[in-house]
């Protein structure tokens, strides 16, 4: 089952406005990463936050991640139409070793009004 | 620097038929994965390559997928025979571990079993 579970499942807003949407994981995790899907498209990365930071800032990008409640945030701030895609969290652990692996949410649909 | 590269990116087959899917991973990223996107899903990773050995390949259903990755670079997944359970979009991404965590993603190879 996918670790990183993702709130709201949906998210609608008018240009301008700051999105947020919220990831929960199960277990430690070495670092956690936010992708963004376009419509048919594959995914891009959009940030990273290891394990023992707080918060990081990337352009309109603010993420946070709470290691004690298992949680992340995401935070698209003034929002545009261009913005609109799915948005995923993604939990790094270890595996096999010194292999490290993404453990995808099921995402959450982002649609910016114009 | 090129992006990963997929092909093809749509196939429609029926089911108990075999289909290929191919990658070129970004030059000089020794970490290839496989994964399967569901329909308003996450991605789901199927096998991890470092070099031309695999890593991990416990959520590769290994009756039906396999996959090779011969002389570190292309990658080819394979699904014989195919069912209808398959269809997804199946992604390539790749990744230079010696610099970081961030993962490539291909536009992704969507497959459709009727």
Known sequence: SQQGEEDPQALSIQEGENATMNCSYKTSINNLQWYRQNSGRGLVHLILIRSNEREKHSGRLRVTLDTSKKSSSLLITASRAADTASYFCATAYISSGSARQLTFGSGTQLTVLP | ?114
């Open chain 2, 1 to 114: 620097e090129a992006g990963v590269a997929q092909s093809p990116r749509y196939k429609i087959i029926e089911k108990r038929q075999s289909v290929a899917f191919w990658c070129n991973p970004i030059s000089g990223h020794a970490t290839l994965y496989w994964y399967q996107q569901i329909l308003g899903q996450g991605p789901k990773l199927l096998i991890q390559f470092q070099n031309n050995g695999v890593v991990d390949d416990s959520q590769l259903p290994k009756d039906r997928f396999s996959a090779e990755r011969l002389k570190g670079v292309d990658s080819t997944l394979k699904i014989q025979p195919a069912k209808l359970e398959d269809s997804a979009v199946y992604l390539c991404a790749s990744r230079d571990w010696a610099r970081g965590y961030e993962q490539y993603f291909g536009p992704g190879t969507r497959l459709t079993v009727t």
